[in-house]
């Protein structure tokens, strides 16, 4: 006997074919919706939010534009999944990651129509990419040995990385910021201690990079606007006690005398608090919520300059950068770490006052402070700028380098292709599907700078036929040109990256052959 109903009465399930078409389309959409933004001359979105406000994003950066997008899609979803993933990796590549996973669905929909089983294609896929991985592993530069040289590689992916976003125009500048506050690193990849600070205002050409630390606040009244050879006790504590809270407490006086009393006893509290903090020795106070008049009077009494509402970030980042720890209780001095610098003083960024603290204790730490036109210039330019530094820091520890400009795909298809002349049977067909699927990033370059891209990729093939070509497409000429003169790299890693999540999930979505979708849980009428 059949049964008639497995699943509640709106669930819904699409099996076989079907349940494969919806994922091919849903995960291709998503691919030409980014598509666009590849290359140096990709083009902008616009996301806008229908919360309040109505927020207006404008970006080019593959993974925040999959990020603000609510999809229905499950194959999308893995998409949008692998982009996150590639930006908080490696930082970049988070666009031509989905279009390759895109383009590969689109290669594998050709053979499954052709009647060639998934998990044929899948073991096709996987002997490609690693014959594709291998064929760029030879290829790779590795100049961790000469500094001067591995700085100039690392300028060179510093400005391919942002030649395709909003600082393309100056790119030089920004990259040499950007490689300034990796090497600063010194190896790590904790990108915590570069701060990036934007103030609108100026054009993004009066972007600098500061030595120091710089905290947005204000130095309150009366207090030293410049501290040498600062000491400073960096804390989470309430500051302003010192008067009767209405609404928390009930006090019954039957006179207004007590009511000083009581105020002059929250008063003493507080001061022999102050005493307790000022006993560390110290003459500077920031504090991360905010200090009322009396306490900030006796700071500035003792000549300590007290600062409030440092936000979290800051103060996480300031006791990181001073060396010290934040502290709640300052019962006994001896164990509480105290943070250094040698100068603290009061700078003009455009209109506004900030504090500057330089020779701090971590000597990795700087500050970047972005300006730019408006705030979305600027928002922009920190994502930009963020993916450029993510790069570096994964390539001064990985320091393998290859070319740029669609170099890279045209070594993988070749060597793929060959591969496929050589496999028997079924497989080879999913192979050489998947060396086209390859060129279809340097297509969308070419495409996306409104050149002919099949006309290109034809000479460019051509000229991979040849011996150690270094053939890439010069965007700006319009033509086939060669990425080693033109100074185009790229890290290994981020291809490398590419490369295995595409092809993955291309993989995983492949395997599907049936969608169920859960009924929505009802409401109970609870009348």
Request: aromatic share 4%; with cysteine; hydrophobic share 40%.
């Amino acid at each position: 006997m059949a049964v008639e109903r497995l699943f509640k009465d709106e669930a819904t399930e699409e099996k076989g074919e079907r349940a494969r078409m919806s994922s091919f389309v849903g995960a291709m959409a998503i691919a030409d919706l980014v598509k666009t933004t590849l290359g140096p001359k990709g083009m902008d979105k616009i996301l806008q939010s229908t919360g309040r406000g109505r927020s207006v994003t404008v970006t080019n950066d593959g993974a925040t534009i999959l990020k603000s997008l609510h999809i229905d899609n499950p194959a999308a979803k893995v998409l949008v999944d692998i982009s996150k993933v590639q930006d908080d990796e490696v930082g970049d590549g988070t666009t031509s990651v989905v279009v390759l996973a895109g383009e590969l669905l689109r290669e594998a929909e050709k053979l499954v129509a052709t009647k060639i089983h998934p998990m044929t294609i899948i073991s096709g896929y996987r002997m490609a990419a690693e014959c594709a991985r291998n064929a760029l592993l030879e290829k790779v530069m590795d100049n961790k040995e000469d500094p001067e040289k591995f700085r100039i590689d690392l300028m060179k992916i510093a400005m391919t990385t942002l030649s395709s976003k909003i600082l393309s125009q100056d790119k030089e500048h920004f990259g040499k910021l950007a490689v300034d506050a990796v090497m600063r690193l010194k190896g790590s990849t904790n990108l915590e201690s570069i701060q990036i600070i934007k103030k609108p205002g100026g054009s993004l050409k009066d972007s600098f990079l500061d030595e120091g630390f710089i905290l947005d606040k204000k130095i309150g009244i009366g207090q030293p606007k410049r501290i040498e050879n600062a000491k400073i006790l960096v804390a989470n504590t309430a500051m302003d006690t010192d008067k009767v809270k209405i609404y928390g407490a009930r006090v019954r006086v039957d006179s207004m005398s007590k009511v000083a009393e009581i105020e002059g006893a929250e008063k003493e509290k507080m001061r022999e608090k102050v005493k307790k903090i000022i006993a560390h020795g110290i003459n500077c106070f920031v504090n991360r919520q905010l200090i009322y008049n009396f306490p900030e009077e006796l700071f500035a009494d003792a000549g300590i300059l007290a600062i409030e509402h440092a936000d979290f970030d800051g103060i996480e980042r300031l006791a990181l950068v001073t060396g010290g720890e934040i502290t709640s209780t300052f019962d006994n001095p001896e164990s509480v770490k105290l943070g250094q610098c040698k100068l603290i003083e009061e700078i003009m960024i455009g209109e506004d006052k900030l504090i500057h603290f330089s020779g701090v204790e971590m000597g990795q730490a700087c500050t970047i402070v972005l300006r730019g036109a408006s705030f979305h210039v600027l928002d922009e330019a920190e994502r930009s700028l963020h993916d450029a530094l993510c790069v570096l820091s994964q390539t001064v520890n990985d320091s393998r380098v290859l070319l740029g400009g669609g170099w890279p795909e045209m070594v993988m298809a070749k060597s793929v292709d060959e591969l496929a002349r050589k496999t028997p049977g079924k497989k080879s067909h999913a192979i050489e599907a998947f060396s086209r699927a390859l060129l279809a990033i340097p297509t969308t370059i070419a495409d996306n700078a409104g050149l002919d891209s099949a006309e290109l990729i034809a000479q460019l093939r051509a000229e991979h036929h040849k011996e150690e070509s270094s053939a890439g497409i010069d965007v700006i000429t319009g033509a086939v040109g060669d990425m080693r003169e033109l100074g185009i790299s790229e890290a290994f890693k981020v291809k490398q990256a590419v490369l295995l999540s595409a092809t993955e999930a291309a993989e995983m979505i492949l395997r599907v052959d049936e969608i169920i979708t859960c009924a929505p849980r009802r409401r109970e009428d609870r009348m």
